[in-house]
């Protein structure tokens, strides 16, 4: 399921966009999101955009930090 959909115009470099988006799709899958069209994962990107919107994109960084958002333990 890509990230990109969930941008409305915003850019990020193509490496943050890569590691944003390889969290987003574990942090869906280990919520059980599957569809797109889901209120709960767009709640997910948004957060993990405006998580990365601080200029912090390590994946482990943000996937912890998407993760407590989402009281999901690593």
């Known amino acids: 399921m890509p990230l990109t959909p969930f941008l409305k115009g915003r850019i990020f470099d193509p490496e ?5 988006s390889v969290v987003f799709v574990d942090v869906c899958g280990r919520l059980g999101l599957r569809d797109k069209a889901d209120c709960a994962t ?3 990107a948004e957060k993990i955009i405006e998580l990365a919107s601080t200029g912090d994109y390590d994946e482990k960084t943000l996937r912890g930090a998407a993760l407590r958002v989402f009281d999901v333990r690593e």
């Open 16 to 20: 943050a966009l890569a590691a944003m």
């Open 42 to 44: 767009h709640l997910v």
